[in-house]
């Protein structure tokens, strides 16, 4: 065999770590991987490699210059501040139109294109130098013949020349203070709005985007803090999950929506400010103040206000409905946690490569390709044919940054640019869930190790006291308690034996109380061990076999991925815990007639169908694609009808932490962003305007450190949603498989006694399923009525949604004649 460097290990190792379960299909057994949707990764190449040739074409052929985003740039091109002419001259100066005069000590107009780099601000007084328009002046000569001069054949009795002269003179300076400290900006008392003419006025020089993009060479130790902070408490929140879920997703929603209302309120606040008092304490820590100016500020801090209020009071509901319901997901997560925070410990390889690593690299990724558009942005020659006549363009003394290719085809390159670092992103996502859901399906067929429960340690491990003797224990198995609140329970203990005063003790402990007041007995430990082997087969197949299937996935994710998200949190807030789920027939179930009933029933109807058409564009095609080896077609087709069919607690506990995983995530990023704005805010070295390290655009860093906490907080609390659905997608799998096949692994308990084998599926997954971790999915919905396949309740919602519409239009009406126009349109049967 030949081999070529890495490549033949990369082959070696994929084939010794084939899993022996999967990939499969229904009806064959283990196959190779296969390389699906390869045109896409052709079209993949093809992008990254338009980025890289735009990004290189723009700094050695386009004179691109970081510094032209960030400083403003003068009537010569020079990028005040930095260019070598005007290096000692940081602020700039925008010239007042010559021939429109002042009105007291202000231009009445000002020339947009006669901008001048100064040392400082000008006062009262004094001059600057100012680049003035080009003057035409024509000058006409006669012919001293009256017959003409012969030109070439034609008679000229008169020539008309035209001279085009432009000149640099003096101006006389108006007020100015400096502004950002870059801009010299008119006094508050200047007519005309010359002020907001130079801040925010069309052909104002000042870029916003330039200011954000400087902040970032300054801001840089604060957002590497940021990003360690929200990996700690991500960390920190997944520890705590571990033992405390319940009572941790509690606090959180109760912290995240304290946090969310004062916002609210603290945005809402700044209709009662002054926004044109840019020195005002609430203006100078707003950050919608802080960015833009004037009324439009109010009014959209206002906005923002209402907004926050607004989730504030849908977090509010959501604590309510949590406090009935918080159980259900937090078995779930339980299950899911048994594999992150595995209890021998194998588990930490995992959580350094997959979530830790992959955060590091995604945020390395995006500030790269944002250092590359920047660059980008910047691109073009500094072109001084600034006069133009009859379409021909004539060298001038006023010099501007061209866009290369007649600027529409640069800025269709731009557009490209952006798609494909969206696809960039979408893809390092999609990557570290495939890896994710790569593990949970290999552990999830991992053979189960028992180990010892800490009590049984602690026993075990107990000091021997000084003065005692030695005593031989006998251990018994099963010791039947007779009275108490273990009555009738069989315990462990032992019997101890005392050579030397020859007495004999039985020892059972009967622990504290348990769940439904069941006395507490300690359960050895279930332990499947995570394999360094299945992270890095996961992530090679990802990158090579499997890139072309994820990277069509990209996009379809990226499009459908607010509606999926706006579904599941309103299947969340519209479902009512199972406890209190007494639903009866379809044609004997109540309509809800008021406002609320309709509203309740659309946003059911809507969760649904978003479910229906998109539930297989989101990460359970990956278990599919990692399962059953499929196409991009067949994995979102095979995910959306498992989901469908599943029914019964399966069905009703499928993407029931994605709402807990969005809180979660929140708490994180509005911790961590609102810690990194206080820094930048008011530590000395940050704020201080003489600082080499000072930030003058902490508002945008405020954003930056937002999308930074978001990368982080994700990777790391998308572990415990992406694990819950995994395991309760290959369970589904699994048991179809098994049900068909004796060969394959046991599931439960009584297939393992049945075929003299042992099961692989954890206890606490099958707790928390129930028998339908071996029944059918038909046979649990005829055995359960009320719990129905998500198709059949599509069709039922929608029933009862229309049905609550008509009832309140038609109040007044008998029940009869309230259902009758529906039956009369119902097609097929009503059963």
């Known amino acids: 065999r030949f081999c070529v460097g890495k490549a033949c290990w990369l082959r070696e190792c994929e084939l010794a770590i084939m899993p022996a379960v999967f990939p499969r299909a229904d009806e064959v057994k283990v196959k190779p991987l296969a390389c699906n949707d390869k045109w896409c990764i052709l079209v993949f190449a093809l992008v990254i490699t338009g980025m890289a040739g735009l990004t290189w074409w723009a700094t050695a052929k386009e004179g691109a210059n970081i510094e032209r985003l960030i400083h403003p740039v003068d009537y010569s091109g020079q990028v005040c501040g930095y260019s070598p002419e005007v290096k000692d001259k940081p602020f700039l100066y925008v010239c007042g139109k010559a021939n429109a005069g002042f009105e007291g000590n202000y231009p009445t107009q000002l020339d947009f294109q006669s901008r001048t780099c100064v040392s400082e601000c000008p006062k009262l007084g004094g001059e600057v130098a100012c680049i003035g328009k080009p003057l035409v002046t024509p000058y006409a000569v006669d012919s001293q013949d009256h017959n003409g001069i012969n030109v070439h054949g034609v008679q000229v009795l008169k020539t008309v020349t035209w001279r085009v002269s432009q000149a640099v003179t003096y101006q006389k300076a108006y007020p100015t203070e400096p502004f950002r400290h870059m801009m010299c900006a008119p006094g508050w008392e200047a007519p005309n709005d010359l002020r ?99 009324e439009w500020a109010r009014v959209l801090s206002l906005l923002v206000g209402v907004i926050l209020c607004g989730m504030g009071v849908l977090l509010l509901h959501t604590l309510y409905h949590s406090s009935e319901r918080i159980d259900e997901p937090v078995g779930l997560i339980h299950a899911s946690m048994e594999f992150i925070f595995e209890p021998s410990g194998s588990s930490v390889k995992f959580l350094i490569l997959v979530p830790f690593l992959s955060s590091i690299f995604t945020v390395a990724m995006v500030g790269f390709a944002i250092l590359c558009f920047m660059l980008v942005l910047t691109a073009g020659p500094v072109d001084s044919r600034g006069i133009v006549i009859d379409g021909h363009h004539y060298p001038s003394m006023y010099k501007g940054i061209q866009k290369p290719w007649n600027g529409f085809g640069w800025d269709i390159s731009m557009f490209l640019f952006v798609a494909g670092f969206i696809w960039l992103v979408e893809l390092m996502v999609a990557v570290q869930q495939y890896t994710v859901t790569h593990c949970v399906c290999n552990w999830f067929f991992q053979p189960i190790k028992m180990l010892p429960s800490k009590e049984k340690e602690k026993e075990k491990n107990a000091p021997k006291k000084p003065d005692s003797h030695e005593v031989r224990k006998t251990p018994l198995d099963r010791v039947e308690v007779v009275g108490g609140i273990a009555a009738g329970i069989h315990k462990e203990g032992y019997i101890e034996h005392d050579h030397e005063t020859g007495q004999k003790k039985m020892v059972v402990y009967l622990r504290d109380k348990g769940p439904n007041d069941a006395p507490y007995v300690p359960q050895d430990l279930e332990s499947k061990t995570v394999e360094f082997e299945w992270i890095a087969a996961g992530f090679c197949n990802a990158v090579t076999k499997k890139l072309g299937t994820l990277l069509y996935f990209c996009w379809y994710i990226f499009i459908t991925r ?266 097929g049967s009503t059963t």
């Open 196 to 294: 907001d003419q130079i801040i925010f006025g069309a052909a104002s020089p000042l870029s916003k985007s330039g200011e954000a993009f400087g902040s970032l060479l300054t801001a840089w130790p604060v957002l590497l803090a940021v990003f360690f902070i929200a990996t700690v408490l991500s960390l920190l929140f997944l520890l705590l999950m571990t033992h405390y879920a319940g009572p941790v997703l509690f606090i959180a929603i109760v912290l995240a929506d304290i946090l969310i209302f004062l916002l609210g309120l603290f945005f809402a606040m700044g209709i009662f400010f002054d926004p044109f008092n840019t020195g005002g304490w609430y203006q100078s820590v707003n950050p919608i103040e802080r960015t833009i100016y004037g």
């Open 562 to 827: 607010p509606l999926r998200v706006a579904a599941e949190v309103m299947r969340f807030l519209t479902t009512p815990a199972s406890h209190k789920i007494q639903r009866k027939q379809f044609d004997e179930e109540e309509e809800t007639k008021d406002i609320w009933g309709i509203m309740h029933g659309a946003a059911s109807l809507f969760a649904t169908f978003v479910n229906h058409e998109f539930g297989g564009y989101s990460k359970d095609a990956f278990v599919d694609i990692v399962l059953r080896d499929t196409n991009f077609r067949e994995a979102s087709k095979d995910a959306s009808e498992q989901i469908l069919s599943a029914g019964g607690v399966i069905s009703f506990l499928h993407g029931m932490t994605r709402f807990y995983e969005i809180i979660a995530s929140a708490f994180i990023v509005l911790l961590s962003t609102v810690l990194g704005f206080v820094v930048m805010e008011n530590v000395p070295c940050f704020s201080d305007t003489n600082s080499s390290w000072y930030i003058s655009d902490t508002s945008s860093m405020a954003l930056t450190c937002f999308l930074i906490s978001g990368i982080v907080a994700y990777s790391w609390m998308s572990l415990f949603n992406t694990t819950s659905d995994s395991l309760l997608y290959t369970l589904m799998w699994a048991r179809k498989m098994s049900a068909n096949d004796t060969s394959f692994p046991a599931v439960t308990r009584a297939q393992a006694q049945a075929r003299g084998t042992s099961k692989v599926c954890p206890e606490a997954l099958l707790d928390l399923v129930g028998e339908e971790a071996s029944t059918d999915p038909l046979v649990a919905m005829k055995a359960n009525a009320k719990n129905r396949s998500q198709a059949t309740r599509f069709q039922h919602v929608g029933s009862r949604f229309k049905g609550a519409a008509m009832t309140t239009m038609g109040a007044g009406h008998s029940r009869h004649d309230e259902r009758d126009p529906l039956l009369r349109k119902a097609k």
